[in-house]
Structures are given as structure tokens and as C-alpha cells.
Nanobody, 121 residues
Framework: VQLQASGGGLVRAGDSLRLSCTAS??????VGWFRQAPGKERKFVAA???????YYADSVKGRFTISRDNAKSTWYLQMDSLEPEDTAVYYC??????????????????WGQGTQVTVSS
């Protein structure tokens, strides 16, 4: 199983970006996005769980939208109204199962390589 993340870049505050994560091989339960700022731990951003239920970190709720296209084995993170505090490396992740700990990095079995998002003020 491989996850390929893309779509990061350098933008200004208030701009939008869309991240994509395409999986090759495997079937998954929870899929999602995490981010890691320099010197900080990897943190939960958003997840899609069973029956396409959506979950978000409070810091991105109302600004970010996670979605998936099962036919393309791809999930997305639409990021609007970006803020400098959103600057981080963003990682996509997939779990083989649906678990109750979808917000913890250790719950996920597969990870993408990370894509840098930088938001200037």
C-alpha cells in the first residue's frame, strides 16, 4: 500500500488550497489528514469514517472540508480561509479498520510522504 499526497504550496492568508491523497492497493476504514509544524507533534486535522461521517479538529472546523472519491481511491482536503497558523507539513493517513481513535496518529497503518503548506501573513 502506498499513499501519495500532493497539492501543497505557498499561499497568502485567506487563500485556498486543495490537498489530494491517492492510494495504491489496499482497502481502508478511516482515512484522514494530519499536520505537523516544526518542533511540534503531528496533530489530527480531519477524517472520513464509516458511512462517510466527517470529523474535524476544532481549529479547522468551518474552514476545511474533507472528501473522498472511492472510484479514484483518493481523498481530498479543501482548505479555505487559510491562516499562518495552518503552516505545516500535511500528511494523509489510512487505517485498515474503523476505530474509535481516528484522531490519534498511532491509529493509522499507512501514511503519505507529506506535503508542505506555507501560509504567509
Amino acid at each position: 500500500v502506498q499513499l501519495q499526497a500532493s497539492g501543497g504550496g505557498l499561499v497568502r492568508a485567506g487563500d485556498s488550497l486543495r490537498l489530494s491523497c491517492t492510494a495504491s492497493g489496499g482497502t481502508f476504514g478511516d482515512v484522514g489528514w494530519f499536520r505537523q509544524a516544526p518542533g511540534k507533534e503531528r496533530k489530527f486535522v480531519a477524517a472520513i469514517r464509516q458511512r462517510d461521517s466527517l470529523y474535524y479538529a476544532d481549529s479547522v472546523k468551518g474552514r476545511f472540508t474533507i472528501s473522498r472519491d472511492n472510484a479514484k481511491s483518493t481523498w481530498y482536503l479543501q482548505m479555505d480561509s487559510l491562516e499562518p497558523e495552518d503552516t505545516a507539513v500535511y500528511y494523509c493517513a489510512a487505517d485498515r479498520y474503523y476505530t474509535g481513535t481516528y484522531f490519534l496518529a498511532r491509529a493509522y497503518d499507512y501514511w503519505g510522504q507529506g506535503t508542505q503548506v506555507t501560509v504567509s501573513s
